[in-house]
């Protein structure tokens, strides 16, 4: 689930689609209409999930997906080596999601604390402890 904007008018901490990863912008440049050419846009984001240095270049007046990002609070039922078994605190429904990669944040999370976590399409990552 997104909408859709233009490209000139995403801002820095703004999230959009690139390369169908949900990324958080870092950097904005904006380039003038040259003589046969409409003005440019350069953008690059942080990816959510991957962590990686994502880059987009279009014309302005072109559109962008906005992802609509869920912020939602879960309980830790059971640390799964890798993923963390969580039960969502309003739909009670259980989720695997991988274990962060933040070894700070991993090494805090134990059974029962509530945590939040971004859904963003079909994928979720857990991004605080809240308890």
Known sequence: MSKVVELGSVKEGSWILIDNEPCQVVEVSHSKPGKHGSAKARVVGIGLFDDA??????????KVEVPMIEKRNAQVL?????HIQ??????????ELPMPKDSQLASSITVGVTVEYWKVQS????MRIKS
Do not use: C, F, N, Q
């Not at 059971?78 to 890798?82: C, N, P, R």
């Not at 969580?86 to 989720?95: A, R």
């Open 123 to 126: 994928r979720a990552k857990i």
């Open 86 to 95: 969580v039960m969502d605190l309003e739909t009670y429904d259980t989720l």
């Open 53 to 62: 240095k994502h880059t987009l270049m279009s014309p302005v007046d072109e």
């Open 78 to 82: 059971a640390l799964l080596g890798d």
